[in-house]
């Protein structure tokens, strides 16, 4: 097995790790067939990423050009992300009219995850269920625009609120203000492992468990096939909450300590030196471009507001309203992958189609 060490707030590297010592484990005493009948909820919906996209009208000539002067006339880009970003991907937003909370989705705060054994259990089970279709998700429009625009040094930097490494896969390397579903770091001593490590141990610990929602994933035990299945945008998946209490959480190897995904959960803070490292480049940018984030969370809004106050001209793409449009020269209404593809064509930059 691997682990991470932190190098620094956006880069890791790679060492050797001991396999996980054994946690106490509650064993399942249902059977697959009993666990795939009760696992999930009737009223989710499959991962597609046609009906994530609010509906938007084509961008206008003129806010296209508008877009282009900003970016042709910024030296230092600096690109800020937010959920909007991913809809095309397959991963939905919070706040659209198809977003996660108009299907009565409550995120996992800090104070609930650490105080309640339950609250874990019912956060990893339904984080191991969604954990092979979160990471199957590909790279959309938006996230390439932006990894070629880095490349011909037009955009200085990327900040992104998502947590689900797309940028990534698209070459980009952005400050993940809110971390990343792709680590796993313990609470008590730091420890850092890989996600798929944890999804493992996860695996062998509810290996009865495991087996039914393999049977789901193709269809079997009388389930649809589309497996009732409800994505939400930090990774995990909607599971009646009766099965959790049979779903086993492993532990720190190193520690025996708490693990948790390596996100800013609602109700906890960002960590100092990745704010410092998000504030450092917006300062040394001379513009910020809001793609696809309604800035409603005070760690981004604090980003735009201080781009504001150094002078920076601010551009926000977002279907919606955002809290920050009163500090915008500039807002365009429309899809991110809609727009940013005939931007890069507008800019003259020769790219593989996308």
């Given at each position: ?143 390439k625009v932006l990894s070629k625009l880095e490349e011909r040094s037009r955009i200085f930097g990327i900040i992104t609120q998502n947590v689900d490494r797309l940028h990534h896969k698209a070459g980009s390397n952005p400050i993940e ?110 513009s910020l471009f809001v793609v696809g984030s309604s800035v409603m969370v005070m760690s981004a809004f604090r980003l735009v507001r201080l781009a504001k106050d150094c002078g920076l001209p601010v551009a926000i793409l977002n279907i ?35």
């Amino acid at each position: 097995m691997q682990k991470l060490q932190r190098n620094c707030c956006t880069s890791w590297r790679w060492k050797a790790c001991r396999t996980f010592s054994a946690c106490p484990t509650i064993a399942p005493t249902a059977r697959p067939y009993d666990i795939a009948s009760t696992i999930l909820t009737a009223q989710g919906r499959t991962l597609h990423p046609n009906k994530l996209v609010p509906e938007s009208p084509p961008p206008s000539a003129q806010d296209l050009n508008f877009l282009c002067k900003f970016v042709e006339r910024s030296q230092r880009l600096v690109v800020l992300t937010g959920a909007g970003a991913s809809t095309e991907s397959g991963i939905p937003d919070y706040r659209s009219p198809n977003g996660a909370y108009n299907t009565g989705f409550k995120p996992m705060t800090h104070q609930e995850f650490v105080r309640s054994v339950t609250s874990r259990q019912r956060y990893w089970a339904r984080s191991y269920v969604g954990w092979r279709r979160f990471l199957a998700a590909l790279p959309g429009p938006t996230h390439k625009v932006l990894s070629k625009l880095e490349e011909r040094s037009r955009i200085f930097g990327i900040i992104t609120q998502n947590v689900d490494r797309l940028h990534h896969k698209a070459g980009s390397n952005p400050i993940e203000l809110h971390g990343t579903t792709h680590v796993v770091v313990c609470l008590e001593c730091g420890d850092l492992v890989h996600r798929q490590v944890v999804q493992e141990k996860m695996k062998e610990l509810n290996s009865e468990w495991s087996k039914a929602v393999e049977m789901l994933e193709k269809g079997e035990a009388g389930s649809d096939v589309s497996f009732g299945l409800q994505q939400r945008p930090d990774g995990d998946i909607e599971i009646k909450d009766s099965f959790n209490e049979a779903f086993n959480i492993p532990h720190c190897d190193k520690c025996g300590g708490m693990l948790k995904p390596d996100v800013v959960f609602f109700g906890d803070n960002v960590p100092q030196a990745r704010v410092d490292a998000a504030k450092s480049m917006i300062q040394a940018g001379d513009s910020l471009f809001v793609v696809g984030s309604s800035v409603m969370v005070m760690s981004a809004f604090r980003l735009v507001r201080l781009a504001k106050d150094c002078g920076l001209p601010v551009a926000i793409l977002n279907i919606g309203p955002t809290r920050a449009d009163e500090l915008a020269s500039i807002k365009v209404e429309a899809r991110s992958g809609e727009v940013l593809p005939r931007l890069l064509s507008m800019l003259s930059l020769n790219v593989h189609p996308i």
